[in-house]
């Protein structure tokens, strides 16, 4: 069994229209991340959650992106307006510890805007 | 700000090659180095770590030295199988500060039988 399950793998949407990508991690991780990778380029940092709440964002994660985990097991990552450079591998991550650097990833979610 | 630069590929190389994947970094700190892998299908795992200079971080035949002199984390292997292909990932963490990963692009690499 992975240890971090992502759905859906591939997105197709049109520009404008709200995206959600969830992420289900096995229960004893505490700290969830959200990374991106547009084509050709490198993994970027999104945002970090702990214990409900962000803990820390780059600046790609503006008020366009949200997380949350409501229920304790879905974390989920929000694009609420899409654009065409939304378009990119979104890869959710859990991690036991914190700063360790050691993260357990799904396989990616692929989202493309149209 | 901090950054890693990798070998960029995509590389094929045959059955039981030498392997050598170079990285670099920049950071402001004192980084942990890793080197992630992606199989196909696949998400990205850890293949091994080092937390502070001239550490040697191995697992499955793999090996990376922490050079802080050459701020470099090369990944090795003497002699690759088909199942090492997928794509190779270096990274830095900055200990005591923030919890992100800092990547490289990735390499793939494809190892033919």
């Known amino acids: 069994e992975p240890e971090v399950t992502q759905t859906p793998s591939h997105q197709v949407t049109q520009m404008g229209q709200e995206v959600i990508l969830r992420c289900v991690p096995i229960?004893?991780?505490?700290?969830f991340y959200w990374y991106r990778q547009i084509l050709g380029q490198k993994v970027e940092f999104l945002v970090s959650?702990?214990?409900?709440?962000?803990?820390?964002k780059s600046e790609i994660f503006d008020d366009q992106f949200s997380v949350e985990r409501p229920d304790g097991s879905n974390f989920t990552l929000k694009i609420r307006s899409t654009k065409l450079e939304d378009s990119a591998m979104y890869f959710c991550?859990?991690?036991?510890?914190?700063?360790?650097?050691?993260?357990?990833f799904g396989e990616g979610s692929r989202l493309t805007v149209l | 700000g901090d950054s890693v630069t990798q070998m960029e590929g995509p590389v094929t190389l045959s059955e039981e090659a030498f392997l050598t994947i170079n990285c670099t970094y920049t950071a402001t700190g004192y980084p942990s180095l890793f080197w992630y892998v992606q199989y196909p299908g696949e998400g990205l795992q850890l293949l091994l770590k080092a937390t502070k200079a001239d550490d040697k971080g191995s697992n499955k035949g793999f090996e990376a030295t922490y050079r802080k002199e050459t701020t470099s984390f090369h990944l090795e292997k003497g002699s690759v199988q088909v199942s090492d292909s997928a794509v190779y990932f270096c990274a830095l963490n900055l200990q005591g500060g923030s919890e992100k990963l800092v990547f490289g692009k990735g390499m793939k690499l494809t190892v033919n039988p």
């Open positions: 959650f702990y214990n409900n709440e962000i803990s820390e």
């Open positions: 991550a859990a991690s036991s510890g914190q700063h360790t650097g050691e993260l357990f």
């Open positions: 229960s004893n991780h505490l700290y």
